[in-house]
């Protein structure tokens, strides 16, 4: 929607501490979640996805929360390494005008981790 | 296993000409097909979806076109590209209410 103009919000964080990234969803009706890391010239790479019958998903080093009363998501990545330097999108499946599901991401945010 | 293959990776081209951005899918059948486009520094905007050959929405208004001539080809067109079409574009490819997965982008300039 409209978020795609705007520049990517930024996190930087110091190697070796947690880092926490944000999106809030749009659609209370989205059931399935996922988070993206893109690297600078190339496609995003799946992370960890989320159904919402979970609050909770934990993955090597990430951890996904939903919290679907607020229409909240975050990514929680433990002791962060200067290779999660990235831009992180979150995504959920709206329906579609053919009446299944497709998938639509939020603005992003870039991380950056300070060695 | 599955695969997506999307070309060229880059592209300069002139205002006015046309474009062709071809992607493909190996390793899976019926699947959905995703194009994005990202302006620098920017998120991802959803361009076409597509659940089946000749079933394709447009989710913005725009100068470009899509096109599914078989099941695991994808196609995004231009007849006459403007300066606004610069950006870099993604094809990608999901199973219903799975994770996408996406192509490496072509990069695309018009100048």
């Known amino acids: 929607g409209e978020s795609v103009g705007l520049h990517l919000p930024t996190l930087s964080v110091q190697e070796g501490d947690n880092s926490i990234i944000n999106c809030a969803y749009s659609n209370s009706a989205s059931d399935y979640f996922i988070w993206y890391k893109q690297e600078s010239g190339k496609g995003p790479q799946f992370i960890i996805d989320i159904r919402s019958n979970m609050d909770k998903r934990q993955g090597q080093r990430v951890t996904v929360l939903l919290n679907k009363t607020v229409k909240h998501l975050s990514l929680q990545i433990a002791a962060t390494q200067p290779g999660d330097s990235a831009v992180y999108f979150c995504?959920?499946?709206?329906?579609?005008?053919?009446?299944?599901?497709?998938?639509?991401f939020g603005t992003g945010t870039r991380l950056t981790i300070i060695p | 296993s599955q695969t997506i293959h999307q070309w060229p990776a880059t592209l300069v081209q002139p205002v006015g000409s046309p474009l062709s951005l071809e992607c493909t899918v190996e390793g899976t059948s019926n699947p959905n097909l995703y194009w994005y486009r990202q302006a620098a520094g920017r998120g991802l905007q959803l361009l076409f979806y597509s659940v089946g050959i000749g079933q394709i929405s447009s989710e913005v208004p725009q100068n470009l076109s899509a096109s599914r001539p078989q099941d695991r080809q994808f196609i995004l067109s231009s007849k006459k590209l403007l300066l606004s079409d610069s950006g870099f574009y993604l094809c990608?490819?999901?199973?219903?209410?799975?994770?996408?997965?996406f192509g490496q982008g072509t990069r695309l300039t018009v100048v």
């Open positions: 995504a959920e499946n709206l329906e579609s005008n053919f009446g299944n599901e497709k998938l639509t």
């Open positions: 990608a490819w999901s199973k219903e209410n799975t994770e996408a997965f």
